[in-house]
């Protein structure tokens, strides 16, 4: 299983952006999905999760900015990213929790990182 993002980019603060991440495979389902941002001398933090039932969670600074969905159909996840902050800026990674056939375990996966820079 592979996760694809996309969609990140340079923006005026104030703008939007918005990521995709779309998981490929055969024979896989999926969990839990969620974007983590890693900025420059920090660690790596949660963005926005869902459930596979629709259920979010966001980290508190971009709550009313940021929104995420998922297809379940298309395997795909997206973020997207409103009134954008310089402090927004980071390496954003999507991260799926996949289960390869049925009754196996769920594990983590990731995908490559995009980076989303917001200039003041």
């Known amino acids: 299983v592979q996760l694809q993002a996309s969609g990140g980019g340079l923006v005026q603060a104030g703008g939007t952006l918005t990521l995709s991440c779309a998981a490929s495979g055969r024979d896989f389902s999926i969990n839990g999905m969620g974007w983590y941002r890693q900025a420059p001398g920090k660690e790596r933090e949660l963005v926005a999760s869902?459930?596979?039932?629709?259920?979010?969670n966001y980290e508190d600074s971009v709550k009313g900015r940021f929104t995420i969905s998922r297809d379940n159909i298309k395997n795909t996840v997206y973020l997207q990213m409103n009134s954008l902050k310089p402090e927004d800026t980071a390496v954003y990674y999507c991260?799926?929790?996949?289960?390869?056939?049925?009754?196996?375990?769920?594990?983590?996966?990731w995908g490559q990182g995009t980076q989303v820079t917001v200039s003041s």
């Open positions: 991260n799926a929790e996949v289960r390869q056939r049925p009754g196996w375990k769920y594990d983590s996966y």
């Open positions: 869902i459930t596979r039932f629709g259920i979010t």
